[in-house]
């Protein structure tokens, strides 16, 4: 079955850096987009990057661009998000995602939690 595991979550300050990543399994991960979404308290849960299956083409929120970077790694079935000047506005809990023959997969998630 579909498995999605994130991790690399925590506390950071201001301006700070954290790399997410997502272990995928259970499907051929190269033939599939993968996305990363989080969700704040109180808040909906918000599509913050995209990457395609192949060719690794990337879209982005705009409340991210620049600062996030998505990446997979087709060989380990892995999906990153590398996170730079992180701000307080960013946290939330992180999932990544994917949509196989119609079906909504979603990890567990992974708090990122940004202050001082």
């Known amino acids: 079955q579909v498995q999605l595991v994130e991790s690399g979550g925590g506390l950071v300050q201001p301006g700070g850096s954290l790399t997410l990543s997502c272990a995928a399994s259970?499907?051929?991960?190269?033939?599939?987009?993968m996305n990363w979404y989080r969700q704040a308290p109180g808040k909906e849960r918000e599509l913050v990057a995209t990457?395609?299956?192949?060719?690794?083409?990337?879209v982005y929120a705009d409340s991210v661009k620049g600062r996030f970077t998505i990446s997979r790694d087709n060989a380990k079935n892995t999906l990153c998000l590398q996170m730079n000047s992180l701000k307080p506005e960013d946290t939330a809990v992180y999932y990544c995602?994917?949509?196989?023959?119609?079906?909504?997969?979603w990890g567990q998630g992974t708090q990122v939690t940004v202050s001082s």
């Open positions: 990457i395609a299956n192949a060719e690794g083409s990337t």
């Open positions: 995602n994917v949509v196989r023959w119609g079906i909504v997969y």
């Open positions: 259970g499907f051929t991960f190269s033939r599939y987009a």
